[in-house]
């Protein structure tokens, strides 16, 4: 017993030490080849400046985005040395509820940046003040024109401008153009295919087994993929809503009561997804597979992405890529793109409250600055301003949103909404359940929610 | 003789109640005195907490909606008749029962492997008990990159016995199963302590006996160790479920908030999907009262299984 038990002992010590070292020793071959410059950091909180007006600023740009922001405030303080900025960069679902119960308690932040989709949650509540009065038909600073109607539809409520916006950013592709050179694939954007059956055929020639068969060679091997063409596990939600109104779908109807992504339209759109994983095998399924890992290790050759990965792209200098319009699967082409909004308590006064507007309006006349965070600047004549050899990414994923952007549906419960969604696009990307059965199981939920608000 | 210096040794002064009180009142005033700060700490943190989760589950109220309609039992009837709920209950019991009966089995075993003279005794003790220290954020992180289907360790090594990627985290049978196997390796050193602490109550004569008696190992295991460690079985036992039954962090962070679809979901997910993302505070109140008493259940049925009266 005693040397069964000291055994034990020895085999416990072995599992437990081998998973704590192979921890550390985890490496990814593509990656060891040219060490990569770190990544800065991102503070989570930053003072800046010293003036003696202190505002508070709640955002949730963790990544590099966060510390162009930042750089942009310091410019700003600098300018502007009578006012001080904590920043606090929270990551966005936590701060979504960090937001409502500092709200409820009364410790609310001087200005916050949410997504336009958020804007009718908040303001239904009615804890935004109205910056009507900043826009040039308000008697205001920003030209309304230089901003465009996708983008200005997102900062209303009820009639009531309640927000500015800072950027656009959204959906694109970003393809390993070595993977496409391989596989004679021409990179230039123009040549895209606009059909779904396009696509596939474009991601079967890049999707390789161990013996470098591709998808579309009748000795190609699924079960043993080393090289995948895409992948439908980044944010199924947005490429959903994008592939839904490709198709002729929506997600709401005209008069905002019902769910309808559950249409025939929205059916087949989860189907395309589906059959890429399921009937095409050029991407795997949606859980299980880090996408960005892949994307940065070699093994993946399309990444449905958006503005955010030009950095990240920039800091893979192994990997060499290019940023792609997004996928047409329907007959029209579509991709869904957001913007980061700042937004301002009602209770924010006095001169905090001309401190808060100073800095929006100081950030807002430069957002070409912005731009090195990858995101679009919201701004049209900041746009036009983009150094085109500079910004590439920024530029043409820039001019998709403009022509035939989608956003985020307007409730009060849309970030209820997505989620419910998510679930459901997640069941059928791993198989759980069918697309159809998925997609009402979904809808029904989300029916529900829509109800309540 | 000794000399009487007309000094009188001196005691403190006892504060002069104005009535008389016995022996154990007194010490019973004395011993909650000094529990004052805590029950003070707990009645308004803990206590008035759970009644006022109790009074909000009886109304409808969006975090930051001004009204907040009463509703009655409307939100435990809607709890009752909602699938995902107990879905959920059962992917929850599903994980308790595994990681449970892993974490107390293997506690128990590498409680009697350390307790044994064995050379590096005190080394294997910490060994074993490092892996409770993480975070649960750490922890995810890691059986994350672990489990990895393209990336992990654990599918790496599997590759060398011939077996194909598995993918741990994205088939809804196998991902209850990945978390057990992560939180059993991340918590089995808290009941291996507990049963160190057990198997040094039990007295060195009764194995003598045993011994002499003509026991083998084997025997002496299960005829005086286990059932002298029952006690500590049961807390254990006790205790894992509790703690188990509201496990949150490991498919939030390791399925990403429960995944795949809902496969991962538990009944603290549940809770968090309905108060924190959807803010339906009264509703989520009813799920953490519901959960409440189902652990109050199951915690008196496991009294009533394992607690017996142990004479030595």
């Known amino acids: 017993m005693t040397k069964r038990m000291s055994l034990f002992s020895v085999s416990m010590a072995v599992i437990v ?191 390789l087994d161990a013996n470098g068969n591709n998808a579309l060679s009748p000795d190609f091997d699924p079960e043993n993929v080393v090289q995948w063409g895409y992948t439908v596990g980044e944010w199924p939600n947005v490429n959903f809503l994008a592939a839904l109104y490709q198709n002729g779908g929506s997600f709401l109807s005209e008069d905002g009561t019902t769910i309808t992504v559950n249409s025939e339209a929205g059916i087949a759109a989860l189907q395309q997804a589906v059959d890429l994983v399921y009937t095409y095998h050029v991407s795997p399924p949606a859980a299980g597979f880090d996408t960005w890992q892949g994307f940065g290790a070699g093994m993946v050759a399309v990444l449905p992405t958006g503005t955010w990965y030009r950095n990240q792209s920039l800091l893979q200098t192994d990997i060499h890529s290019m940023a792609w319009p997004n996928w047409q699967f329907g007959a029209e082409p579509a991709t869904w793109f957001g913007a980061h909004t700042f937004m301002i308590p009602a209770t924010t006064e006095g001169e905090k409250l001309d401190a808060v507007l100073r800095m929006i309006e100081w950030v807002s006349a430069n957002q070409v600055i912005w731009a090195s965070s990858g995101q679009v600047p919201a701004r049209l004549s900041a746009q036009a301003e983009l150094d085109a050899e500079l910004y590439p990414s920024n530029i043409l994923l820039g001019q998709n949103f403009s022509e035939y952007g989608i956003q985020d549906p307007r409730t009060t419960v849309t970030q209820e909404l997505l989620t419910l969604l998510d679930v459901g696009l997640q069941e059928a990307l791993n198989g759980i359940k069918p697309a159809d059965q998925a997609l009402n199981d979904a809808a029904a939920l989300m029916q529900e929610a829509l109800d309540r608000q | 003789m000794a000399e009487n210096t007309g000094q009188r040794l001196t005691e403190p002064r006892r504060f002069a109640l104005p009535f008389k009180l016995n022996l154990r009142t007194r010490e019973a005033l004395a011993a909650y005195l000094f529990l004052t700060p805590f029950l003070i700490f707990f009645a308004i943190f803990f206590v008035r907490a759970a009644f006022s989760s109790f009074e909000l589950s009886f109304y409808d109220w969006r975090l930051l909606r001004p009204n907040r309609p009463y509703v009655g039992l409307d939100n435990y009837v809607d709890l009752f008749n909602d699938p995902i709920w107990w879905d959920s209950v ?153 703690s188990h039954f509201q496990v949150f962090g490991q498919p939030y962070i390791i399925t990403a908030g429960g995944g795949p679809g809902r496969s991962s979901w538990t009944v603290i997910i549940y809770l968090y999907q309905q108060a924190w993302v959807a803010f339906r505070m009264g509703y989520g109140a009813a799920v953490a009262v519901a959960i409440a008493m189902i652990m109050a259940v199951i915690t008196v049925f496991q009294f009533l299984l394992i607690s017996r009266r142990v004479d030595y």
């Open chain 1, 17 to 207: 030490l081998t998973f704590m070292l192979a921890v550390s020793s985890v490496n990814i071959s593509a990656q060891d080849a040219t060490p990569t410059p770190a990544p800065t950091a991102t503070p989570i909180v930053a003072d800046i400046g010293s003036g003696g007006t202190h505002i508070s600023f709640w955002n949730g740009l963790t990544g590099s985005d966060g510390v162009t922001l930042n750089e942009m405030l310091a410019g700003f303080a600098a300018e502007n040395p009578d006012v001080s900025v904590t920043v606090e960069m929270i990551v966005w679902n936590t701060l979504y509820q960090k937001l409502q119960t500092a709200f409820v308690a009364g410790t609310q932040p001087d200005v916050f940046l949410l997504h336009a989709s958020e804007v009718p949650q908040y303001a239904s509540y009615g804890v935004l003040r109205d910056l009507g009065d900043q826009y040039t038909s308000g008697g205001g600073w920003l030209p309304d024109e230089d901003i465009s109607e996708t983008t200005m539809s997102g900062m209303v409520w009820d009639g009531v401008i309640y927000g500015i916006p800072l950027d656009n950013h959204g959906r694109g592709l970003w393809i390993n153009t070595d993977m496409f050179e391989a596989a004679g694939i021409s990179t230039d954007p123009a040549s895209a295919p606009t059909t779904y059956e396009g696509w596939v055929e474009l991601f079967q020639l890049l999707t």
């Open chain 2, 90 to 242: 059962r992917n929850t019991i599903y994980f308790a029962a595994l990681t449970v009966f892993g974490t107390t089995s293997i506690g128990l075993l590498a409680a009697v492997a350390v307790t044994r003279p064995v050379r590096g005794q005190g080394f294997f003790r910490i060994l074993f008990y490092v892996p409770q220290l993480m975070s649960v954020g750490a922890m995810g992180l890691i059986w994350n990159w672990l489990l990895s289907t393209q990336f992990g360790v654990i599918n790496y090594l599997l590759s060398f016995i011939g077996i194909r990627p598995i993918n741990w985290l994205g088939d809804p049978n196998l991902v209850i199963p990945a978390l057990s196997m992560s939180t059993i390796w991340w918590s089995f050193g808290f009941p291996m302590l507990i049963f160190i602490a057990g198997l040094q109550s039990i007295p060195e004569h009764l194995y003598e006996a045993a011994r002499i008696d003509g026991a083998n190992a084997r025997q002496i295991f299960f005829r005086i160790t286990i059932p002298l460690l029952r006690p500590t079985i049961l807390f254990v036992t006790v205790t894992g479920v509790i």
